[in-house]
Structure formats: structure tokens, C-alpha cells
Nanobody, 129 residues
Framework: VQLQASGGGLVQAGGSLRLSCAAS????????MGWFRQAPGKEREFVAA????????YYADSVKGRFTISRDNTKNTVNLQMNSLKPEDTAVYYC???????????????????????WGQGTLVTVSS
């Protein structure tokens, strides 16, 4: 099972990027999925998550209103549209997936890395000022 994150790059502050996470080896179309990031010298932090049905989304306060998570179950992918990027968004972004299917959790659970059993290799996002 692999999660392949892509779409990172260098962008100026105020710009946009769209990250994608493609799964292979099994389907995650019925599993919760999320994005986390880790900036240099900092701990990994939650960015966004989407429930297995796609009906609920969750965001860190720092990205709310700027980032949008979505899923395309026909392609077994989850996307992160990032707008109005700031230098403090610079980090390696990781996608993650829950191994359980059709499972709903309390809101707080989506924010924790412990929920996710599969992790991608990360894609670097650099926002210049």
C-alpha cells in the first residue's frame, strides 16, 4: 500500500498550490484521510482531514478559510487546495489514511496522527515572502 503525495513546489506569498495524494495497493474511497505538515525544526502538525463519506471536513485554525480538502473516490485520491499561502505554510506536507472503512469518529480524533495507519512520503511546499 502506498500513498503518493504530489503538487508541492515554490510559490510566492499569496499564491496557490494544489496537493494531491494518490493511493495504490488498496482503495481508500471509504476511509478517513488527512493532511499533516512538518516545518523545519518543528513537530508534525495537523492541517486538514475528510471523513470517509466526504460529508465532514476538519481544518487547523491556521489554515481555515484558505485551504480546502476534497476527495475523488473514482480516482482514489484526496486533494488539498491551498490558497492565500503564507511563508509560515512552508513545510513538508504528508497525506495519511485510516485503514478502517466506513468508520466515523468524534471530531477531535481526526486531528490526531494516531488515527492514520498509512502515510505518504511527503511533498515540500515553500512559500517565499
Amino acid at each position: 500500500v502506498q500513498l503518493q503525495a504530489s503538487g508541492g513546489g515554490l510559490v510566492q506569498a499569496g499564491g496557490s498550490l494544489r496537493l494531491s495524494c494518490a493511493a495504490s495497493g488498496r482503495t481508500f474511497s471509504n476511509s478517513a484521510m488527512g493532511w499533516f505538515r512538518q516545518a523545519p525544526g518543528k513537530e508534525r502538525e495537523f492541517v486538514a482531514a475528510i471523513s470517509w463519506s466526504g460529508g465532514s471536513t476538519y481544518y487547523a485554525d491556521s489554515v481555515k478559510g484558505r485551504f480546502t480538502i476534497s476527495r475523488d473516490n473514482t480516482k482514489n485520491t484526496v486533494n488539498l487546495q491551498m490558497n492565500s499561502l503564507k511563508p509560515e505554510d512552508t513545510a513538508v506536507y504528508y497525506c495519511a489514511a485510516d485503514s478502517r472503512s466506513r468508520t466515523t469518529y468524534s471530531s477531535n480524533t481526526y486531528y490526531t496522527g494516531a488515527l492514520y495507519d498509512y502515510w505518504g512520503q511527503g511533498t515540500l511546499v515553500t512559500v517565499s515572502s
